[in-house]
């Protein structure tokens, strides 16, 4: 077999880091490849060095664009590379452009796909990547799903051959990371106490790309750094900062007591603040994830999440965009509590997914 490991997100390449590293010792004829899609170095290319991947094999560097623009220069050049390079199998992630695209080539190849983080479900389709997930799962052989809720979805939708519950990746990622930096020497850097801050993160279409929700969340950010006892650190993800420029709420954030971590921090750090941090802000299904695993409650700014597991077990909570809303949720004083038992815990999924791959296809 010839794997092709394809992502291009910093998600993607946290999630995925320990699984090219594995397939380059079973042989180095495997390939790590990169989309492009993030080309931001704080965004994604410090995962390299963060992780100590090698260099991608090849990168498309298709940038930014519409949805369909990735999609389909992905889908192309993925399809030249598997004729080109003789790859029998690709291996994408999660629910990303790039994963659609990639999974797209290998479906008309009709070469097998693999798919790690597969059956998480939103059941909203506003989302573009509830879209993504949908369809990529319905084209894959192989499903690795980080819970038993996730496989339930997929059943449901009539998938039970090749799929094997394995885990969420991103304990082995945390794992690889977590020794690698002091905790006080992160929270001496940002002036900040254990306990006595929250880690804000926005970046998502829905929220960025609406003037209103995100004026509601800079506005809700602002109050708090003015009133709260409680300082906010808010990690500016690249998209967020030009739609406040765009929508002129940037000087806002400048204006105020906001600690702006721009560029946005890297993985050791947001881990490590995450894992000190009162709460955690944030409309990514990774932080969710994170942390979920850190112990660290969590308050998402959404209406709906793919990771229900969060939810169930106590580690998140939904409250949108509106302020009032985020200020009321914050001055609960169950937010405190972090007794919950993590959905994610599996020992060492990215070696079960090796396992199961060399197996599967002896």
Not at 79 to 105: F, M, P, R, S, W
Not at 152 to 168: A, H, P, S, T
Not at 288 to 298: D, H, N, R, S
């Amino acid at each position: 077999m010839k794997y092709a490991v394809i992502v291009g997100t910093r998600p993607e390449i946290i999630k995925m880091a320990i699984i090219i590293k594995e397939l380059k010792k079973l042989s180095s004829s495997n390939l790590f490849i990169h989309s492009g899609q993030h080309y931001d170095y704080h965004m994604d290319g410090v995962m390299l060095k963060t992780f100590q991947l090698p260099d991608p094999d090849f990168n498309f560097k298709v940038g930014s664009g519409s949805h369909s623009f990735i999609t389909s220069e992905i889908m192309k050049k993925t399809e030249n590379l598997i004729l080109k390079e003789g790859i029998t199998a690709v291996i994408v992630h999660g629910d990303t452009n790039t994963t659609l695209g990639a999974c797209l080539a290998a479906a008309k190849l009709n070469i097998p796909i693999i798919h790690v983080e597969s059956g998480l479900r939103s059941y909203d389709k506003s989302m573009p990547e509830e879209i993504n997930r949908i369809i990529v799962d319905h084209l894959s052989t192989i499903l690795f799903a980080p819970t038993k809720e996730a496989q339930n979805n997929l059943k449901k939708e009539g998938l039970v051959d090749g799929v094997y519950v394995v885990g969420q990746t991103l304990v082995d990622s945390i794992q690889e990371v977590s020794d690698k930096i002091n905790t006080n020497t992160i929270l001496t850097k940002y002036g900040v106490k254990s306990k006595q801050y929250f880690v804000v993160t926005c970046h998502r279409q829905e929220n960025t790309n609406s003037q209103t929700k995100l004026s509601s969340i800079i506005n809700s950010l602002k109050e708090l750094s003015e009133k709260s006892q409680h300082k906010v650190l808010f990690s500016l993800h690249p998209r967020t900062k030009e739609k406040l420029k765009e929508f002129s709420l940037y000087s806002l954030i400048l204006n105020s007591k906001i600690i702006i971590l721009d560029p946005p921090v890297n993985f050791i750090e947001s881990i490590h603040l995450q894992k000190e941090a009162k709460v955690v802000l944030t409309d990514s299904g990774g932080l969710q994830e994170e942390a979920c695993i850190l112990k660290t409650p969590c308050l998402t700014l959404r209406d709906s999440t793919e990771r229900p597991e969060t939810i169930k077990c106590g580690a998140n909570r939904l409250i949108n965009v509106e302020k009032d809303n985020i200020i009321k949720a914050l001055e609960d004083d169950s937010l405190t509590h972090n007794n919950w038992l993590n959905p994610y815990h599996t020992e060492k999924p990215s070696k079960k997914i090796i396992d199961i791959l060399i197996d599967f296809f002896s």
